[in-house]
């Protein structure tokens, strides 16, 4: 799906509105971090990503933009390559985009967008679901999906499907666990699933295990597991904010997966927090069989947006398809790819 601006009338509204409301780009060291923590913590679409901690954890830089007086605000998480600064989506970090407590309109949307413009020729990264689609750029519809506990009891599961698989995942000894061993759950998601999401490195998965190591500290960290007897087969990390799990980090392995010890997993949580106000936040997905297994727990969906715009000079732009093109051709030399296929 794509969206264009629809010409000079539109940059002179863009450009009135970043006037009028006074959309500041703030470098890092400048940064209130209390205000801007605030802003997020009262916005009707805050996120834990938007969250300072989490930006300093997660992304290998980043600033700001701000409107007025912290009354919005929108992360910039960059990084550099032969001197050009750009935005990218760090590991571990589905949604950013702008977040407020007031309505976020399409001209707030787009009058975000072209400022970060002026300091990034170009971008990969996702907005939220909270902002509506931009007029000027490029941008594609992601799937994200939601459990509300108290809206679907785990006594009343209607669907034939998932009553079949939880019948047969109750056929096994089965047995749910607490566990509070974030090295152990995140070590175990990196062996299992590295090859999936090859962006990330392995310095992002140590960010993550120092980033979940704090929030433990404040009871922002849950761990379920899933054995057979001694024999592990399922884990999820969720961190705990503003009555939302985000489920960042969940595994299955091949023993598991025969015995349905995901289908087990999230029907003892589902038990666990029937009686809360607490959302599970599936993360994704948009690989189709995982998005099939989130979409038949889901009480509701939650899409966000990702956007991109290429502003780079042509020669760099062409270094970069020729860079893409030969990634790709001798993709077969890298052992990681040999010793998958």
């Given at each position: 799906?794509?969206?264009?601006?629809?010409?000079?009338?539109?940059?002179?509204?863009?450009?009135?509105?970043?006037?009028?409301?006074?959309?500041?780009?703030?470098?890092?060291?400048?940064?209130?971090?209390?205000?801007?923590?605030?802003?997020?913590?009262?916005?009707?679409?805050?996120?834990?990503?938007?969250?300072?901690?989490?930006?300093?954890?997660?992304?290998?830089?980043?600033?700001?933009?701000?409107?007025?007086?912290?009354?919005?605000?929108?992360?910039?998480?960059?990084?550099?390559?032969?001197?050009?600064?750009?935005?990218?989506?760090?590991?571990?970090?589905?949604?950013?985009?702008?977040?407020?407590?007031?309505?976020?309109?399409?001209?707030?949307?787009?009058?975000?967008?072209?400022a970060a413009k002026k300091y990034f020729p170009f971008a990969e990264c996702t907005l939220n679901y909270g902002n509506p689609a931009p007029t000027c750029v490029s941008f594609e519809m992601r799937n994200n999906y939601l459990l509300q506990f108290n809206q679907f009891?785990?006594?009343?599961?209607?669907?034939?499907?998932?009553?079949?698989?939880?019948?047969?995942?109750?056929?096994?000894?089965?047995?749910?666990?607490?566990?509070?061993?974030?090295?152990?759950?995140?070590?175990?998601?990196?062996?299992?699933?590295?090859?999936?999401?090859?962006?990330?490195?392995?310095?992002?998965?140590?960010?993550?295990?120092?980033?979940?190591?704090?929030?433990?500290?404040?009871?922002?960290?849950?761990i379920r597991t899933v054995f057979e007897e001694d024999t592990l087969l399922a884990s999820a990390l969720f961190i705990v904010d503003n009555n939302r799990l985000y489920n960042l980090a969940s595994c299955l392995?091949?023993?598991?997966?025969?015995?349905?010890?995901?289908?087990?997993?999230?029907?003892?949580?589902?038990?666990?927090?029937?009686?809360?106000?607490?959302?599970?936040?599936?993360?994704?997905?948009?690989?189709?069989?995982?998005?099939?297994?989130?979409?038949?727990?889901?009480?509701?969906?939650?899409?966000?947006?990702?956007?991109?715009?290429?502003?780079?000079?042509?020669?760099?732009?062409?270094?970069?398809?020729?860079?893409?093109?030969?990634?790709?051709?001798?993709?077969?030399?890298?052992?990681?790819?040999?010793?998958?296929?």
């Amino acid at each position: 799906m794509t969206s264009k601006n629809s010409g000079g009338n539109r940059y002179l509204q863009l450009d009135r509105f970043l006037i009028d409301m006074q959309i500041s780009f703030i470098p890092y060291q400048l940064i209130d971090k209390v205000k801007w923590n605030n802003c997020v913590a009262v916005s009707s679409n805050g996120l834990v990503y938007a969250q300072s901690i989490y930006l300093d954890h997660m992304a290998d830089h980043w600033d700001g933009l701000v409107m007025n007086d912290y009354e919005a605000v929108m992360p910039l998480t960059w990084k550099q390559k032969m001197g050009i600064r750009y935005l990218y989506q760090p590991a571990f970090f589905q949604q950013g985009g702008i977040f407020s407590a007031s309505a976020i309109t399409v001209e707030m949307v787009d009058a975000f967008i072209s400022a970060a413009k002026k300091y990034f020729p170009f971008a990969e990264c996702t907005l939220n679901y909270g902002n509506p689609a931009p007029t000027c750029v490029s941008f594609e519809m992601r799937n994200n999906y939601l459990l509300q506990f108290n809206q679907f009891l785990s006594a009343d599961i209607e669907n034939e499907y998932l009553k079949q698989r939880i019948k047969r995942a109750e056929k096994f000894n089965l047995r749910y666990a607490n566990s509070d061993d974030i090295e152990a759950s995140v070590v175990l998601y990196q062996q299992l699933y590295h090859h999936r999401i090859s962006g990330f490195r392995s310095e992002d998965f140590n960010r993550f295990i120092d980033l979940c190591t704090l929030l433990q500290k404040e009871n922002k960290i849950l761990i379920r597991t899933v054995f057979e007897e001694d024999t592990l087969l399922a884990s999820a990390l969720f961190i705990v904010d503003n009555n939302r799990l985000y489920n960042l980090a969940s595994c299955l392995l091949a023993e598991g997966k025969s015995k349905l010890a995901n289908y087990f997993l999230i029907h003892q949580l589902m038990k666990e927090f029937e009686h809360t106000d607490i959302v599970l936040d599936f993360e994704g997905s948009d690989v189709e069989g995982i998005a099939y297994f989130y979409q038949k727990w889901a009480t509701a969906k939650q899409p966000y947006i990702f956007i991109s715009w290429n502003h780079l000079p042509k020669t760099i732009q062409l270094l970069r398809r020729l860079f893409s093109y030969f990634q790709k051709t001798f993709a077969f030399l890298n052992p990681k790819f040999m010793k998958r296929n």
